[in-house]
């Protein structure tokens, strides 16, 4: 993570954010699972990445273009690749930080 190279801790990133900005539930879930490297299934990877092609589709199909979306996409498809798709889909993080293999 970005905050961790720069020395602060993803618990208390995780902390300071969903103190202000971000305290929905989803958001409190999905970084507790982030922050304790924990991918139980809540919402299944393989879902999600169904649910961001449709996403996707609707996107091309108004010509919009979704480039924070495309980016999430590859990853979750990585981490399905990988033999996660029955993980939590915050296992995205542990994929995108290098960790999907040795922490799930």
């Keep these: 993570m970005l905050t961790e190279a720069n020395?602060?801790?993803?618990?208390v990133f995780?902390?300071?954010?969903?103190?202000?900005?971000?305290?929905?539930?989803?958001?409190q879930v999905y970084s507790?699972?982030?922050?304790?490297?924990?991918?139980?299934p809540g919402f299944r990877a393989a879902l999600g990445l169904k649910d961001l092609r449709l996403a996707t589709e609707a996107g091309a199909a108004t010509d919009r273009e979704l480039?924070?979306?495309?980016a999430i996409f590859?990853?979750?498809?990585e981490?399905?690749?990988?033999?996660?798709?029955?993980?939590?889909?915050?296992?995205?993080?542990?994929?995108t930080?290098?960790?999907?293999d040795k922490n799930s």
Aim: aromatic share 8%; net charge negative.
């Design 79 to 95: 981490a399905i690749d990988a033999g996660h798709g029955e993980k939590d889909w915050s296992i995205v993080a542990a994929q």
């Design 32 to 40: 507790k699972n982030i922050t304790n490297r924990v991918y139980e």
């Design 14 to 27: 995780f902390d300071l954010i969903l103190n202000t900005l971000f305290g929905s539930r989803s958001y």
């Design 67 to 70: 480039p924070m979306l495309a």
């Design 7 to 11: 020395g602060v801790a993803r618990e």
């Design 74 to 77: 590859g990853q979750m498809g």
């Design 97 to 100: 930080l290098g960790e999907a």
